[in-house]
């Protein structure tokens, strides 16, 4: 079996939760949001020696809060997610394969990565993509695929064309690569674009125009596990979801 190793990002403010505190750490059932990412990916085969946080806004708290059961490491300025998983290199190295994960999707569950883990070393995938099928995707990045339903590319809300933005399958944000093949790409990334940021989805673009492997998707089965939580609001929301499936 594989090495299957994690990078979660951790880093953001939250600027939109008003508080003072990581956004990570902010509690959904009585437990960190991180702590949920963290878990999810365990459950899915990661030791948890193998997990890192990618830790940025009051840093040592969320070492604190979290504990040495996992490692870090610090992102000083954030300059996007590419960036953020780039700080992460030399954990990532060429063993295995990666899970790029976020710290603030508590709803994430083990059996649906382990569902990834186990679709990615199946097709023999370079790139796994965990996509969603939503009723309304404004605002999230567009899967763009070809009539055969081959991946194509990600298109961001703002780069898409009125048809891209027709495009119900969305990226979630959460990604397995083949780890030598994400070291790789991930020495290419610029940040040649509007926000002068590196976007770890420039990764694909390199992968599949330098024929590094193949690129494809994975479609979650409950579209709730992809929420991310970006304010009070969608953290109660989160919450709600929680307490019911504890039942």
């Given at each position: 079996?594989a090495?299957i190793?994690?990078?979660?990002?951790?880093?953001g403010?939250g600027t939109?939760?008003?508080?003072?505190?990581?956004?990570?750490?902010?509690?959904?059932?009585?437990?960190?949001?991180?702590?949920?990412?963290i878990?999810?990916?365990?459950?899915?085969?990661?030791?948890f020696?193998?997990?890192i946080?990618?830790?940025?806004?009051?840093?040592?708290?969320?070492?604190?809060?979290?504990g040495?059961?996992?490692k870090?490491?610090?992102?000083?300025?954030?300059?996007?997610?590419?960036?953020?998983v780039?700080?992460?290199?030399?954990?990532?190295?060429?063993?295995?394969?990666?899970m790029v994960?976020?710290?603030?999707?508590p709803?994430?569950?083990?059996?649906?990565?382990?569902?990834?883990?186990?679709?990615h070393?199946?097709?023999?995938?370079?790139?796994?993509?965990?996509t969603?099928?939503?009723?309304?995707?404004?605002?999230?990045?567009?899967?763009?695929k070809?009539?055969?339903?081959?991946?194509?590319?990600?298109?961001?809300?703002?780069?898409?064309?009125?048809?891209?933005?027709?495009?119900?399958?969305?990226?979630?944000?959460?990604?397995l690569?083949?780890?030598?093949?994400?070291?790789?790409?991930?020495?290419?990334i610029?940040?040649?674009?509007?926000?002068?940021?590196?976007?770890l989805?420039?990764?694909?673009?390199?992968?599949?125009?330098?024929?590094?492997?193949t690129?494809?998707?994975?479609?979650?089965?409950?579209?709730?596990?992809?929420?991310?939580?970006?304010s009070v609001d969608?953290?109660?929301?989160?919450?709600?979801?929680?307490?019911?499936?504890?039942?």
């Open positions: 079996m090495r190793k994690a990078v979660i990002l951790a880093a403010k939109r939760m008003k508080s003072e505190l990581p956004k990570v750490l902010h509690k959904a059932c009585g437990k960190p949001m991180v702590e949920y990412s878990e999810a990916a365990h459950d899915a085969g990661a030791d020696d193998d997990i946080l990618v830790v940025g806004h009051k840093a040592e708290l969320v070492k604190e809060t979290v040495d059961k996992v870090y490491v610090l992102q000083e300025e954030q300059l996007g997610t590419g960036h953020a780039k700080c992460a290199s030399d954990f990532i190295g060429k063993e295995g394969i990666t994960l976020c710290g603030d999707t709803l994430i569950t083990g059996s649906t990565l382990k569902k990834l883990v186990d679709t070393i199946a097709e023999g995938n370079a790139i796994t993509v965990l969603a099928v939503v009723d309304d995707p404004t605002g999230y990045g567009r899967i763009i070809d009539s055969w339903g081959k991946f194509v590319k990600i298109v961001e809300q703002k780069d898409a064309t009125l048809e891209e933005q027709r495009v119900d399958e969305i990226n979630s944000g959460m990604y690569f083949d780890s030598a093949v994400l070291t790789q790409a991930l020495d290419k610029t940040n040649d674009n509007a926000q002068g940021e590196y976007y989805t420039d990764t694909i673009e390199i992968v599949k125009s330098e024929g590094l492997g690129v494809a998707t994975m479609t979650v089965d409950d579209v709730n596990e992809i929420k991310g939580v970006n969608q953290l109660a929301e989160a919450e709600e979801i929680l307490k019911e499936r504890i039942g």
